[in-house]
């Protein structure tokens, strides 16, 4: 219907990207279907127009340890429709109005709709035009509350860019307020978000001012789960149809039943959430394996503890795989990328559970040894190198250790396991899922850069090692590229200077860099590469570097070749078995 209602009012249906989010470091997952559109909300040209409506999958891990309780999940689809300098407030709250609350469409009753707006601050003033427009539509002022810049602000991520005020919709569940003070977005449960228009009307400056801006972009996202709970009165998202059925398998299998008890409940939801979101990691386009290292520690860390929860139910394993077919059988029609990889899916669970059983009983039996002398210390604490000895040798994600401890009335040293981490190895960042909040990626001169020889790059490599190279991933920074590709075998370095001379000779050359719209078929039948998640119904941009490459590509690049400067590979190493990982920075002409 979401999409059906934005089509109708002249947007057009977009495809979402992969969970995996391409050239940008700053986020380990697609935390909003805003993020793959990022470019365009900075002033790239979009090839489906100024208003585009779609549905993307997405992963948000800032809050995994919540999932257990009946609101949090960390896989959800966000539904958003964007204006790219086409209409403003005036029109995205009318249409969220009429979406919301006609009879065609959701029905929701318009008495139950609370909104925030904007309060303003000394820095800029409140959005009294979002309200007016509240108000216009028959929402009395007691329903609309102005709120401060933690709850209704959005960006920029760094310390310039793109930023502006948000207005957000409540359905109020009817329950008495819970304090005076109880309003939106309070935790007692009386107020329950459904969707939040944002508005990108200034520019942060480098001096902290904010400066209106003239390509004012609207960006909305409503959550899938939280709308249908509240469309079908459930009391949460778990009692909908996007997480029975799972937990209906996992009862079957275990013999336990939801409903029956809060602590068996809390593990049929941290199964049902945890399976769902690692069959989208492993199904993904650009699929993760489990692995101590960013997107695949998180998926390892998900698998974990839905392992140590299916335990808690039943002795007898093997059967994640059962869980991952019911979440298939649910999602495989609108995700043929999870059907396509149902092999994989099944096999690195298992094999991951294989794993990872060795250990947990050995790590909890030891863990249960070391009980009585902990609770032993006053503070009740579970010092941080006792918790990296249960991730060393035990392979217990901390949040495992975290949970057993809570269980007995404990906390852990999380700086200390940090701390003894990082002693033990460079992988510090790998457990952190850098939060999205307001994120507008980094779009300096120096990323475009990068980002144009990451072009030349992979052409570079097709020529040298054949046209079996395909990208596997993308991060850049504005310091250096890193560039994942197929290829079964070291490169040599003969092949690494190959690769190296033939993209600096096109910076030699100074070819211009620009871009053309076309259907992707086009795009094909016209020789350009094109990546894996690129769907056939769309039209794609196509950046050429003149004669020398061409490749789907949302952009931003530089315009010509001219301004890279000295391409340098600093590295070249696996990533994954069948994947090699090369990082390269440019240099100025002098430094080389
Ligand atoms: N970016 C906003 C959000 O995630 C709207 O899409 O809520």
Redesign the pocket.
């Known amino acids: 219907m979401y999409i059906d209602f934005f089509v109708s009012n002249a947007h057009t249906h977009i495809s979402g990207k992969s969970l995996i989010p391409e050239n940008d470091p700053t986020v380990l997952f697609t935390?909003?279907?805003?993020?793959p559109l990022v470019p365009y909300i900075l002033g790239e040209h979009h090839p489906g127009g100024k208003r585009l409506v779609n549905y993307q999958k997405c992963i948000r891990t800032a809050d995994i340890d919540e999932v257990g309780d009946p609101s949090h999940c960390t896989f959800f689809e966000?539904l958003?429709n964007w204006s790219l300098g086409d209409y403003f407030k005036e029109e995205a709250i009318r249409m969220s109005y009429e979406f919301l609350t006609s009879k065609k469409w959701l029905g929701f009753d318009r008495n139950t709709l609370s909104v925030t707006v904007f309060k303003g601050d000394e820095l800029v003033p409140p959005d009294e035009e979002s309200a007016s427009i509240w108000r216009a539509l028959g929402i009395p002022d007691q329903r609309i509350y102005f709120l401060p810049r933690e709850d209704n602000w959005?960006g920029p991520a760094g310390k310039t860019g793109p930023c502006g005020p948000?207005t957000?919709m409540f359905i109020d569940l009817g329950k008495e307020p819970c304090s005076p003070g109880c309003r939106p977005g309070c935790y007692c449960g009386k107020y329950f978000e459904v969707?939040?228009?944002?508005f990108m009307q200034y520019m942060k400056k480098d001096d902290g001012s904010f400066e209106p801006l003239k390509n004012k972009t609207v960006?909305?996202?409503?959550?899938l789960e939280r709308t249908i709970t509240m469309l079908q009165g459930k009391p949460g998202v778990y009692d909908t149809e996007l997480f029975l059925p799972i937990i209906e398998i996992i009862e079957e299998l275990s013999g336990h039943h939801y409903g029956e008890n809060p602590e068996t409940d809390r593990s049929l939801r941290i199964i049902s959430d945890h399976i769902k979101a690692s069959c989208f990691i492993l199904g993904d386009e650009y699929g993760i394996k489990p692995s101590n290292l960013g997107q695949g520690y998180i998926l390892r860390r998900l698998i974990r503890r839905s392992i140590r929860h299916l335990r808690k139910l039943t002795p007898e394993g093997g059967f994640l795989d059962d869980i991952a077919d019911t979440v298939i059988g649910m999602y495989g029609d609108i995700y043929p990328e999870l059907k396509t990889n149902r092999e994989t899916i099944a096999s690195e669970l298992n094999k991951e559970e294989e794993r990872f059983s060795a250990t947990l009983k050995k790590g909890e039996h030891e863990f249960e040894k070391l009980l009585p002398n902990l609770m032993k210390n006053p503070r009740k604490i579970i010092p941080g190198r006792v918790a990296f000895r249960l991730y060393d040798t035990y392979g217990f994600p901390l949040e495992i250790t975290e949970e057993l401890a809570q269980e007995h009335g404990l906390s852990v040293d999380k700086k200390g396991f940090e701390e003894a981490f990082q002693k033990h190895q460079e992988l510090s960042k790998s457990g952190a899922d850098k939060s999205?909040?307001?994120g507008l990626a980094d779009h300096s001169d120096m990323v475009k850069r990068l980002h144009t020889a990451t072009h030349l790059l992979h052409k570079a490599l097709r020529l040298v090692l054949g046209d079996h190279i395909a990208q596997m991933g993308s991060n850049i920074t504005a310091e250096r590229l890193r560039f994942d590709f197929s290829h079964p075998g070291k490169m040599s370095p003969g092949q690494i200077a190959e690769v190296e001379k033939i993209v600096n000779e096109q910076i030699e050359k100074e070819l211009p860099v620009s871009y053309e719209i076309m259907s992707l078929e086009d795009a094909k039948n016209d020789g350009a590469i094109a990546l894996f998640g690129d769907k056939y119904e769309e039209k794609v941009k196509v950046y050429s570097i003149k004669g020398f490459s061409k490749e789907v590509c949302g952009g931003p690049h530089v315009e010509n070749t001219g301004e890279l400067g000295s391409f340098r590979i600093t590295k070249e190493q696996s990533s994954s078995a069948g994947v090699r990982r090369i990082r390269a920075i440019l240099l100025d002409k002098q430094e080389n």
């Not at 935390?31 to 993020?35: I, L, V």
């Not at 960006?219 to 959550?223: A, H, I, L, V, Y």
Request: net charge negative; proline share 0%.
């Open positions: 935390t909003a279907g805003m993020h966000m958003g959005w948000d957000e969707w939040n228009d944002v960006d909305t996202g409503m959550g999205f909040k307001g």
